[in-house]
């Protein structure tokens, strides 16, 4: 018996150190200038980012510089990731569009578009990269590097596309009222007054766009134009919205709010980071939302006037779960499938930060321009499964919350198989005190609740296990 107890207490404190791994610091790279985008992901784990020093970067997962590419000018974008590995980014100043090989090399680069290239570019279906110019100029470009369409519009350009299924390319625009709707070969399909839109839109399961308006707006669009409602947050968006597995629309406002909207419009809950005094969310931070339904946004925290930004963890419940401070830090996060968070910042450093979560959720639009390879297409089969969209890829345990907790925490696990399963919970010295679950659940999503009646307030661990695989969480039982 005190062999497998000793089996048990290794596993549960392996289980907790893996736990408050969560929001500590894995490694950093020191750019030297201002990253204004997100960082991406390929297929093999290099993680690219670009800055404003002229340089598109590479790293391996441990933070080794793979290569980097000299631009000529700066840029202000995220770059894409085709199907075949070529990155795609554009330039400011010079507003020319560069394909990448994955090993370094120019692959081409576009003609000088009339204007900066300053929203980021999506890839179409069949390998178009569409983007917006500052002067007023919607490009359409071939996978070979010619021009495939140029349109004129009336209004500058730095709302990033999202195409959608059926290849519909939405945008809206800085200085222009109408948030517009393009055919696949850039004609105008519909236009919906929004007013201003400085933030990319992100397309719903069933076709619905969401676009926020600087005035304070988040509109649902129908697919045909109509509206399907609005949410007024009496302040500005200039954040982009991203959805979560349940339809839950997330963004940050200009009044220091971050909200969660139901897929009705009705609100679900909002918070404010720390103090009254939050500033405002920019256009740079956009959220992302882990396997696990973690929120992971940046924010300022203004408390005693010390205006230091951090990286926030939030649970589906919007409970603060852990916050990472970086110098400057700001941006859309991408996560990695083993958990790591990328994220960039003001000074031109790249973070990568430990997180529970096991990559991206799998959802309508989880994070800006939809996935980890910054396509701003639903089509990207990186991130949506066909076979079903909900299904996460490995055996995972969230973080509990609320925790510290009374008089009750939610447990949530998520299946890539059906099978037994044994939800366990143990004191502080590795004896059984609760056997919350012991059966036969099918994969998918499940959340447990559990209340403790009769147990003295202090630490538990609560284990979740099937299949010869246990994960292990630390609770902290406040009486």
Do not use: C
């Not at 907790?16 to 500590?24: D, K, S, Y």
């Not at 690219?48 to 000529?72: E, I, P, R």
């Not at 059966?439 to 559990?450: A, D, E, I, K, R």
């Amino acid at each position: 018996m005190k062999a497998i107890f000793r089996i048990i207490f290794s596993l549960l404190m392996m289980g907790t150190l893996m736990a408050q791994e969560a929001g500590t610091q894995k490694w950093t790279y020191d750019i030297g200038d201002f990253i204004f985008g997100a960082p991406d992901i390929g297929d093999d784990g290099t993680v690219y980012v670009a800055s404003n020093d002229h340089y598109l970067y590479a790293f391996n997962s441990d933070g080794a510089l793979k290569w980097k590419f000299d631009l000529g000018y700066g840029t202000y974008n995220t770059p894409a990731i085709g199907s075949d590995g070529t990155i795609y980014v554009g330039t400011a100043v010079m507003g020319k569009l560069y394909a990448i090989n994955p090993d370094g090399t120019k692959k081409w680069e576009s003609e000088q578009a009339d204007g900066w290239i300053e929203d980021s570019p999506a890839i179409a279906s069949d390998g178009t990269v569409i983007f917006g110019t500052s002067n007023q100029n919607f490009y359409g470009i071939n996978a070979d590097g010619s021009t495939r369409w140029k349109k004129q519009m009336n209004s500058n350009h730095y709302s990033s596309p999202a195409i959608a299924a059926d290849g519909t390319i939405y945008m809206g625009f800085i200085y222009g009222t109408k948030f517009t709707a393009f055919n696949p070969d850039g004609s105008l399909k519909w236009q919906y007054d929004t007013g201003n839109v400085e933030s990319s839109p992100a397309i719903g399961n069933d076709g619905t766009i969401y676009v926020a308006s600087k005035s304070g707006i988040l509109y649902a669009l129908n697919p045909d134009g109509g509206l399907k409602w609005s949410f007024d947050s009496d302040s500005y968006f200039y954040a982009s919205p991203v959805i979560d597995a349940q339809g839950i629309i997330y963004i940050g406002a200009n009044n220091g709010y971050f909200y969660a909207i139901n897929p009705d419009g009705s609100e679900k809950w909002h918070i404010t980071f720390d103090n009254a005094f939050s500033s405002a969310f920019q256009h740079t931070d956009t959220p992302a939302i882990g396997a696990d339904g973690t929120i992971y946004v940046a924010s300022y925290d203004t408390t005693q006037y010390t205006f230091k930004k951090y990286l926030y963890a939030i649970s589906p419940a919007g409970q603060i779960i852990w916050r990472f401070y970086g110098d400057a830090i700001q941006g859309p996060p991408a996560i990695a499938p083993d958990g790591t968070i990328y994220i960039g910042s003001q000074t031109g450093t790249l973070y990568a930060i430990h997180s529970n979560s096991p990559g991206l959720a799998k959802s309508a639009w989880p994070r800006f321009h939809h996935d980890n390879k910054g396509t701003g297409n639903v089509q990207n089969a990186t991130t949506l499964q066909a076979s079903n969209p909900h299904q996460p890829n490995r055996f995972a345990m969230a973080p509990l919350y609320p925790n510290p907790f009374n008089p009750s925490t939610h447990i949530r696990y998520y299946l890539p198989w059906s099978d037994r399963v044994h939800v366990e919970v143990y004191n502080a010295i590795g004896q059984k005190v609760a056997t919350l679950f012991d059966g036969v659940q099918t994969s998918g999503n499940h959340l447990l609740n559990w209340r403790p009646k009769g147990l003295a307030g202090g630490v538990y661990y609560i284990a979740v296990g099937s299949r010869n695989q246990r994960i292990v969480r630390k609770a902290l039982l406040i009486k």
